[in-house]
């Protein structure tokens, strides 16, 4: 028995239905012309589904760029700079998705899940930068200090690991959580932020450590307060662009930001870690 293709259509108006009767015992009585009239009626509907697809693909974009550029950064990049055991990164990475998990469950079972929006920047910067980077940064480096024997340079160097895992879990869950809308904005350009914060935590916490190789301790003075300043930075402009300021102004900040993050304080530490070796052959001699 064959079923007409006009009247599977007739039944499934939209893109979910489709895949339903597409799937179900029902197809089985498809004969390949009329699969094939559905799959072009099928192809047809993506299209004009595109906004659709867009905001899926966004926010997959949103759930797997932590994982992805994670696990390229532990694999590329940490013999660079940091430390050659890549086993050690994968663990810490590990451990900041486990305290993420855990600050994500705290917070929806102990509190209320809901952001009532206070249209005061200073009281809404405070609402945001609390809960999304003071709280995270504490629970992260505190026992990362405290149960940890290792060298506190070597903690600085490779405290940027913990936050890729930590923030693949947080992220998604604050902005799926605090947002019943998700815009361009929260789905690509505020991940894009964090993880740029991530990469700053990264390249600073690099340059103290070739700092505290050698006899200056100047770099080290620097790196802190930029550390300090890159770490509030995207919780800044998620408040400005929440509170309607003119996009000139969260977008200018967005570009500097990336530029400084990705480009411009990467390599800084690469530099300097490449000078270091030098100067220490030079002091030698």
Wanted: glycine share 2%; with cysteine.
């Amino acid at each position: 028995m064959s079923i007409g293709v006009d009247n599977f259509f007739s039944h499934a108006d939209n893109f979910q239905l489709i895949f339903l009767h597409f799937f179900s015992p029902a197809a089985m009585h498809f004969d390949t012309i009329e699969q094939n009239a559905i799959l072009q009626r099928l192809l047809k509907l993506l299209v004009s589904n595109a906004t659709l697809c867009y905001f899926i693909i966004m926010k997959l974009f949103m759930l797997i760029l932590f994982p992805a550029v994670a696990l390229f950064f532990t694999n590329g990049f940490s013999r660079d700079v940091l430390f050659p055991n890549k086993h050690a990164a994968c663990f810490l990475a590990f451990l900041g998705l486990i305290l993420g998990a855990l600050f994500c469950t705290i917070d929806w079972i102990f509190f209320l899940p809901v952001h009532f929006a206070v249209y005061n920047y200073v009281t809404e910067f405070l609402s945001l930068l609390i809960p999304e980077t003071v709280i995270p940064f504490l629970l992260c480096f505190v026992p990362f200090m405290i149960f940890f024997r290792e060298s506190f340079a070597y903690k600085l160097r490779t405290f940027a690991y913990i936050l890729f895992g930590f923030y693949a879990v947080q992220l998604p869950y604050f902005l799926i959580q605090r947002y019943d809308v998700l815009p361009p904005f929260l789905l690509f350009l505020r991940p894009v932020l964090q993880l740029g914060m991530c990469f700053s935590a990264y390249a600073l916490f690099s340059l103290v450590k070739q700092s505290a190789s050698g006899k200056s301790i100047t770099m080290s003075v620097v790196a802190f307060p930029l550390f300090l300043i890159m770490y509030c930075v995207p919780t800044f402009i998620e408040t400005a662009w929440f509170l309607g300021a003119d996009a000139q102004i969260w977008v200018t900040l967005s570009i500097v930001y990336v530029f400084l993050s990705f480009l411009a304080f990467p390599i800084l530490a690469r530099a300097t870690s490449k000078a270091a070796p030098a100067r220490q052959v030079q002091e030698q001699e």
